[in-house]
């Protein structure tokens, strides 16, 4: 079969093929449709993940959509390695695929699932998001922080903040159910002020998806706000765009009530995981949920791996 294949780490994958898979009995067999680029995918398939198989060869891709032998649409997430998604063929455990909701299409399905469950498990496992509580969402420009405005609102966040490094793009988020932005271009001070003036009114839940200098501020300006009788910041580190590492001083937890914690593989099981998926895909189209996607031939993917952006999902359509 055809698919897309890292031979040795550090590669790109290649169009090639690869031997057909056999599920077991707790497996499903499945001729994928669409699986999508994600910032987990890239980061696996380099190695830099901290959930990156060292078996080699392997597919890329850690979910997508297709049917099943009897001729069900799923979505399916985790398939068995060296199997991935981005294959004519998978093979992954019967409890990782989910029946498509009527109405979602593939291409959807597959490019909204995995940015959308970075903040649907965020708020509901991590967070514990209550109706009427503010959120602020670092890094809310791409399509992970633009899905996790939407699905603030959803939960019924009363106030959602949203920052970005682009101010066109910042602007757009406003349609989206942002009510305040902060651009992260201000230099240090001023851009530590902007925070600080947000934390005073009440910030409840942190989301981040940069990490970074701007995370870095983020907490400093929190430790600053209040003191002691600061109200309590859930602050959820999701990913992180502007690199992995950043300086914190210790008195910053020491001296303010700010809850520090990460949100993904490992700090979430994968049963609940799979059920905010699945929670999520049912949301979408009742919702309205709005993602940005690009659809591209597997065949393409040596072309199209290193152009994908943040700004919309590239979906690879499988076809045999």
């Known amino acids: 079969m055809k698919a897309a294949i890292v031979s040795k780490s550090g590669e790109s994958p290649v169009y090639g093929d690869f031997a057909e898979p ?52 799923v979505y399916f997430i985790l398939p068995r390695a060296p199997y ?12 990782h695929c989910l029946p498509l909701p009527d109405g979602l299409d ?18 509901k496992e991590r967070a514990r998001l209550k109706a009427g509580e503010t959120v602020l969402i670092n890094g809310a420009t791409g399509t992970a922080g633009r899905l996790a405005i939407q699905i603030a609102k959803h939960f ?8 970005g490094r682009n101010p066109d793009a910042l602007h757009s988020v406003t349609a989206l159910g942002a009510d305040l932005t902060i651009p992260l271009g201000e230099n240090g001070s001023a851009l530590e002020d902007s925070f600080k003036a947000q934390i005073v009114e009440g910030v409840d839940v942190v989301i981040d998806y940069l990490w970074g200098k701007s995370a870095e501020c983020l907490l400093i300006a929190a430790s600053k706000a209040g003191g002691a009788s600061a109200k309590p910041i859930r602050f959820i580190q999701v990913g992180a765009a502007s690199g ?76 045999r």
């Open 22 to 73: 056999a599920p077991s009995l707790s497996e499903n067999r499945i001729a994928v449709a669409a699986a999508a680029i994600s910032h987990v995918v890239k980061s696996r398939a380099s190695g830099r993940h901290y959930s990156s198989s060292s078996q080699f060869p392997f597919i890329v891709g850690i979910d997508g959509v297709g049917r099943l032998d009897d001729g069900t649409w």
């Open 84 to 95: 991935g998604s981005m294959a004519e063929l998978s093979v992954a455990p019967s409890a």
């Open 106 to 123: 593939a291409v959807t399905a597959a490019a909204i699932a995995n940015p959308g469950i970075s903040s649907w498990a965020a708020y």
């Open 156 to 163: 019924g966040a009363k106030k959602v903040i949203a920052t």
């Open 244 to 319: 992995p590492n950043i300086t914190l001083p210790g008195a910053v937890l020491r001296s303010s009530a700010i809850e520090l914690m990460g949100s993904g593989l490992g700090s979430v099981s994968p049963e609940h995981l799979i059920a905010g998926i699945a929670e999520l895909l049912n949301a979408t189209v009742p919702c309205g949920f709005k993602i940005a996607a690009r659809p591209v031939p597997l065949s393409e993917v040596e072309q199209a791996w290193p152009e994908d952006d943040s700004t919309r999902r590239t979906v690879f359509i499988v076809s």
